[in-house]
């Protein structure tokens, strides 16, 4: 068996493997992805986002949990920061999910930032299309927090959970500033603490205030108590769940799902040509020395960076050269 | 004002005229180091002098002891009536080998009874649950069922020695397992004595032995406060501890003042929760402090811990009753303080370490067997710990006068400054809603976690000193005997357990876990039905179990 | 573009929960530029050889101050052996008395620091082994 057919046999060894090489930019890897890339497209991808401490962890952890019960297949990516300053990070999310850690059904997969601009979204796409190779029924797709970076990932998704909780200061701000586009759910999460009420009420008239979308879906907010709580925890995780499906059922009858593909698929073959076209480009002209010299003339004024860019799109793309 | 006019007159101006001398003589003769810190990274001035503590008022801030605020002891009399209390820790293997070696301490001259429980124990598993595995027995006895708790207290005498209870997430049931051996020998609730430590918000922040969350944890604390002010008044039944936030790297500041706010939690929630008078539990909290290394820090530290616990309680709960003002505790010296290399030294740093908590002022001591920073103590290393105690005590004459320290420019300055910063932190997690809240927002850990990080960086670049681990380091590896518990001990453990199952009467053993489960449910106190269950030998997991499926289970959030 | 970064799985097998050390080396792997898996305190063996395959990392470090190291860890070993995961180096650290050494290097630890390594130290280890390895 090669390593295609062990990933698509569900090899978490090779998968996870795969998943590395991608990320450290392994001249192998891409061919061995190009040859998955054929199985994928077959997983429902889930996005949770949300601030830093929100919750989403546990919150992911409660719908492995779901989903095996309904015998689904599980697969999550939990994204962390690297730090700026040593290129390390600490990943640290799995740590709520320790109980699924020996279930075969669940394949859980840390990845850094690693701070490389629009890197993370080609990194977590990669991971997902090999999560989707080896067939897992459900990809969840955890993020660090609210910013640029959560969006350009969240469009990897097909429905996209975001988590508040009370007493974090300006979400409701942060989310009129194009969170609000994203959410296909709301979950208020610790709504058993002071400010919850407040919040539930502010974002049910924010929902109600904001034009129905083209799809007339109009985000269900799931609240969520005390997530210790055994019992009721479980209920408000089945009811996350029926309303993830509700919405995977409303993409699909109102048309939206294929505009979704669409958008992923965009969001992909953006990616693909970064790697592809700009990224050999940048480390070329870094390597010659090239680079410094373009920064510096127009450090010094002498020409402008649309007529450098123009300079090395006409000499790159008319060579073909582009391996 | 603590000094005349004229004496911070003289002092002003004597102290100028030194600072030009010491600006000269460093010319010549520079400092060794640029900063000189406490090993808790508080900056320690060249010297003190009556301006450090020109604002003191002799009456309102320092006082005598037995008075408020209590800076200088609680009682009246001090250490001349009655030393602090010798009390080792001691526990290991089974029920029998632990009982031996308390036999043998009490001959010793001990006067009090601590007892490790091995991880099971301590994490409400039984020895033969998967969990157990290669844990039972190891760092302290396991205790599985009512059967093993009569063998560990066999021939002490229970209305004599006091005992404490090294036990947090299950302090419900090992305490029920005293309550009840006690009922079987016929000793009165009332006559019985000992703490328990029963302090789960410090391992949620620091230790991280933990079974439920936060919250329903504090519950069951309340639940033995109440049961014990009704029916076991000479039980400490919460020792609220800073030892292991020490431990786990903290600050002295650190340590006493995420100590003190668990204890105003503890305080918050009996009212709440039991409706009960502060006055009528307050005489029954105990604390417990880690005694470090540095010494004058620590004597600070403990001093301080009196006087904010005395305020705390007369000002924020309105306590009445003298004994309620009264912070007693229990000192352990410094196991972080230990190193592996070159093992004799460690007797210095304990004998050091202990001298500071007895001047600190503490009522019961325990000191660090120079073993131990590998291994369970062995007899001879545990009897040289409690001889430290004993010459300290008998020999040094420190026990002559009370407090000896007070007035000194710098410890009243220093006491000042960690109290001050102590209130800092207090006021801080007051706004954030509260201990359960910080904890649970993962402040204190982290604060922990960033003191821990950055003494190591400091040993590292040898800012701060350990002597044999990064200075004077030896090559000569001194040889020690271990204490190594026999593998066999945990089979024998768990077929005692079985053994038991299969004898019990298991009805019964259902009928009480479901008294527990509908105790939990109601918010009824659980100790009354947790003493039945341990008569009908339900074990020590079956009973956490009940608490884990109706209250949940706490996982480690793994913060950094 | 190619350099491999280093991931290590920081893991405290069994029930104590003195955790300093792990997270001190935690924090001190990200500081070193290495990608840290930190998973809490009280993991069974198993959860621990799942979480270091399913990360795909070039080493665990395994801390254990309980005195249960002698079970525990080479239980870890054997089962990456069982899941074909012997390319992922196995190192322990906590309170760990040199008897034990020879037994623990036999069940394939590679390496064992006790209190009092220097940081830096256990970082170039790492360097150099998993640099070895590859």
């Not at chain 1, 300053?85 to 999310?93: K, P, V």
């Not at chain 2, 911070?8 to 100028?16: A, D, N």
Request: with cysteine; net charge negative; hydrophobic share 40%.
């Amino acid at each position: 068996m090669d390593n295609t057919d062990k990933i698509r046999a569900g090899d978490v060894r090779s998968a996870s493997r795969l998943i590395r090489d991608m990320e450290d930019k392994l001249p192998h890897a891409r061919l061995r992805l190009k040859q998955l890339f054929a199985h994928t497209g077959q997983s429902f991808i889930i996005g949770i986002t949300g601030a830093p401490g929100a919750g989403k962890s546990t919150l992911t952890d409660a719908l492995i949990g779901a989903f095996r019960k309904h015998h689904k297949t599980v697969g999550v990516l939990a994204v962390d920061p690297t730090s700026p300053f040593s290129g390390g990070a600490i990943l640290g999310d799995r740590v709520r999910m320790l109980r699924h850690a020996e279930d075969e059904g669940v394949f859980i997969r840390s990845l850094a930032t690693r701070g490389a601009l629009g890197g993370l979204s080609q990194a977590a796409g990669d991971a997902i299309h090999v999560m989707e190779a080896m067939g897992k029924d459900v990809i969840i797709v955890e993020t660090v927090g609210i910013g640029q970076q959560e969006l350009d990932i969240i469009h990897h998704a097909h429905s996209v959970i975001v988590v508040l909780v009370p007493g974090m200061g300006d979400e409701i701000q942060t989310m009129k500033a194009g969170i609000m586009e994203i959410a296909d759910v709301f979950a208020v999460n610790k709504a058993d603490r002071p400010g919850a009420k407040q919040l539930q009420i502010e974002l049910a008239s924010l929902l109600s205030a904001s034009p129905l979308t083209a799809d007339a879906w109009r985000p269900p907010i799931v609240s969520i108590g005390n997530l210790y709580e055994p019992v009721g925890f479980a209920e408000k995780t089945t009811e996350l769940m029926q309303k993830l499906s509700d919405h995977r059922a409303h993409l699909v009858v109102s048309g939206q799902f294929s505009e979704r593909m669409e958008r992923k698929a965009l969001m992909e073959i953006s990616d693909a040509l970064r790697v592809c076209i700009l990224e050999p480009v940048l480390n070329r002209l870094v390597e010659s020395g090239e680079m410094k010299k373009i920064i510096d003339r127009v450090k010094n004024r002498e020409t402008d960076p649309y007529t450098e860019a123009e300079a090395v799109a006409h000499r790159f793309l008319r060579s073909g050269d582009m391996s | 004002m603590y000094f005349s006019d004229e004496t911070q007159k003289t002092s002003h101006e004597l102290t100028r005229k030194w600072e030009d001398d010491v600006q000269k003589a460093l010319q010549s003769n520079p400092d060794q180091k640029e900063r000189f810190a406490t090993v808790s990274d508080l900056d320690i001035s060249r010297l003190y002098t009556p301006e450090d503590i020109k604002d003191m008022d002799f009456g309102r801030d320092i006082g005598v002891p037995g008075e408020f605020p209590y800076l200088r002891g609680n009682q009246v009399t001090g250490y001349r009536g009655r030393h602090w209390t010798f009390r080792m820790f001691s526990g290991m293997g089974s029920a029998q080998d632990t009982n031996a070696r308390w036999l043998m301490l009490l001959r010793e001259g001990q006067t009090g009874l601590s007892t490790a429980f091995d991880f099971p124990t301590l994490m409400g598993y039984d020895s033969d649950s998967p969990r157990s595995l290669g844990e039972v027995g190891k760092c302290g006895v396991a205790i599985d069922t009512l059967e093993d708790f009569l063998a560990l207290i066999d021939g002490i005498p229970l209305d004599q020695v006091t005992t404490s209870m090294t036990i947090n997430p299950p302090a419900t049931v090992l305490w029920a397992m005293y309550c009840a051996a006690a009922d079987i020998k016929g000793v009165p609730l009332s006559k019985i004595g000992g703490t328990i430590q029963n302090d789960m918000l410090k391992e949620f922040i620091a230790q991280k032995t933990f079974m439920c969350p936060p919250e329903p944890s504090v519950k069951l604390i309340s639940d033995t406060v109440e049961f014990g002010a009704k029916y076991v008044p000479r039980w400490n039944t919460i020792s609220i501890s800073g030892y292991h936030i020490r431990e786990a790297g903290a600050t002295a500041i650190q340590e006493l003042a995420f100590t003190l706010r668990d204890g105003i939690e503890y305080v918050e929630d009996v009212i709440r929760r039991k409706k009960m008078d502060v006055d009528d539990f307050a005489p029954n909290l105990s604390f417990f402090f880690n005694s470090h290394i540095d010494f004058f820090e620590e004597i600070c530290k403990m001093r301080a811990a009196r006087r904010i616990w005395a305020k705390v309680m007369r000002d924020r709960f309105g306590a009445k009753n003298p004994r309620s003002l009264w912070m007693r505790f229990h000192t352990q010296t410094a196991g972080c303080s230990l190193t592996a290399q070159q093992p004799y030294n460690n007797v210095v740093r304990t004998a050091v370490e202990a001298l500071a908590a007895v001047l600190g002022g503490t009522q019961s001591l325990h000191t660090n067997s120079l073993d131990e920073a590998f291994c369970l103590p062995s007899d001879h290393a545990v009897e040289v710990a409690l001889r430290t105690q004993q010459i300290l005590a008998e020999e040094t004459g420190v026990i002559n006068t009370m407090d000896p320290l007070a007035g000194s420019y710098f410890i009243e300055a220093l006491t000042n400054e960690i109290e001050g910063k102590a209130w800092e932190y207090i006021e801080k997690i007051d706004a954030m809603g509260g201990m359960i809240a910080a904890v649970e927002k993962g402040f204190p850990q982290m604060e922990i976690a960033d003191s821990a990080y950055k003494f190591q960086r400091q040993i590292e670049s040898k800012e701060k000193i350990m002597v044999g681990v990064n200075k004077y380091v030896t090559e000569a590896q001194h040889v020690i005997p271990l204490v190594e518990i026999d593998e066999k001990m945990g089979e024998a453990q768990i077929s005692r357990l079985q053994d038991v199952r299969r004898r019990r009467d298991n009805r019964a053993v259902l009928q009480s876990l479901s008294d527990i489960r509908t105790a939990c449910k109601s918010g009824d106190n659980v100790m009354p039905h947790c003493i039945g269950a341990v008569k009908n030998l339900a074990s020590l997991q079956e009973i956490c179990d009940v608490y884990r499926d109706v209250y949940g289970e706490y996982r480690d959030p793994g913060l950094y | 573009m190619s350099d491999r970064k280093i991931r290590v799985l920081v893991a405290k097998p069994g029930l104590d929960g003195h955790d300093r050390g792990a997270r001190v080396l935690a924090r001190c792997f990200r500081d070193a530029g290495f990608e840290v898996i930190y998973t809490g305190c009280h993991q069974t063996p198993e959860q621990v050889a799942a979480t270091a395959i399913q990360e795909d990392v070039d080493l665990v470090g395994l801390s254990c101050l309980s005195g249960a190291h002698r079970v525990l860890f080479p239980r870890v070993v054997e089962l990456l052996k069982e899941k074909n995961a012997t390319d992922i180096i196995v190192i322990g650290g906590g309170i760990i008395p040199e008897q034990d050494f020879p037994m623990l290097y036999d069940a394939g630890i590679q390496a064992i620091f006790t209190p009092g390594a220097s940081l830096d130290t256990i970082v170039e280890w790492i360097r150099k082994h998993v640099a070895n390895h590859s």
